[in-house]
């Protein structure tokens, strides 16, 4: 069975610039997590997605951070404009249980640089 | 609100030796209780997944237990081999599917 798979892996930008990450979650998994990992830290909930549905987005920075789950598969997160403290891991997870509380399984990350 | 706390931050240890890392959180009233192991540079692996009503569970060397009532969950690792090496983060979902995450210990397994 395949695992989640996240691109790009790595990405490095200046700040204010923009840069979107994606992530395609295990087949048949009905809920989807973008997590935000900084250095040292564990990973802090950015927004869960049921189906094409937000369940939260309580912890996303709505001023420059954005997503969406098009057809309840594929997902992709947006920052714009970047800011230095955006510099960390986005890491996308997904689960099979609708109702959320599964089991998570989470993706390789992709690391997010703003220099 | 949740806080979930992890305790040794790092940990080092002989290979062979058995091993206890440390969970705690405020809140009780949790769905479940997850242990993951982080290689470097990595995305998190889930190693152990114990439901509310569940006191333990076990998966090869790797024994995880939950106490709700005290607010702690233990994950021993017995008969420790260098490839443990890794960081091992505990999660808690009191939210349907929200994990609050601690900070992680550090494990180092010396040859």
């Known amino acids: 069975e395949a695992g989640v798979a996240q691109s790009p892996r790595y990405k490095i930008i200046e700040k204010r610039q923009s840069v979107a990450f994606w992530c395609n979650p295990i087949s048949g998994h009905a809920t989807l997590y973008w997590y935000q990992q900084i250095l040292g830290q564990g990973p802090k909930l950015l927004i869960q997605?049921?189906?094409?549905?937000?369940?939260?987005d309580s912890q996303l920075p709505k001023d420059r951070f954005s997503a969406e789950r098009l057809k309840g598969v594929d997902s992709t997160l947006k920052i714009q404009p970047a800011k230095l403290e955006d510099s960390a891991v986005y890491l996308c997870?997904?689960?099979?249980?609708?109702?959320?509380?599964?089991?998570?399984?989470f993706g390789e990350g992709s690391r997010l640089t703003v220099l | 609100k949740q806080e979930v706390t992890q305790i040794p931050a790092a940990l080092s240890v002989p290979e062979g030796e058995n091993l206890v890392l440390n969970c705690s959180f405020t809140d009780s009233a949790i769905y479940n209780l997850q242990w993951f192991r982080q290689d470097p540079g990595k995305g998190l692996t889930s190693l152990l997944l114990i439901q509310s009503s569940q006191r333990e569970q076990t998966s090869g060397r790797l024994n995880a237990s939950l106490d709700k009532s005290s607010g702690r969950s233990t994950l021993y690792i017995a008969a420790s081999q260098p490839g443990d090496s890794a960081t091992y983060l505990c999660a808690v979902d009191n939210q349907g599917g929200k994990l609050i995450f601690g900070q992680g210990t550090e494990l180092s397994v010396k040859p």
């Open positions: 997870a997904s689960s099979l249980d609708s109702r959320g509380g599964g089991e998570l399984f």
């Open positions: 997605f049921q189906n094409n549905g937000v369940v939260d």
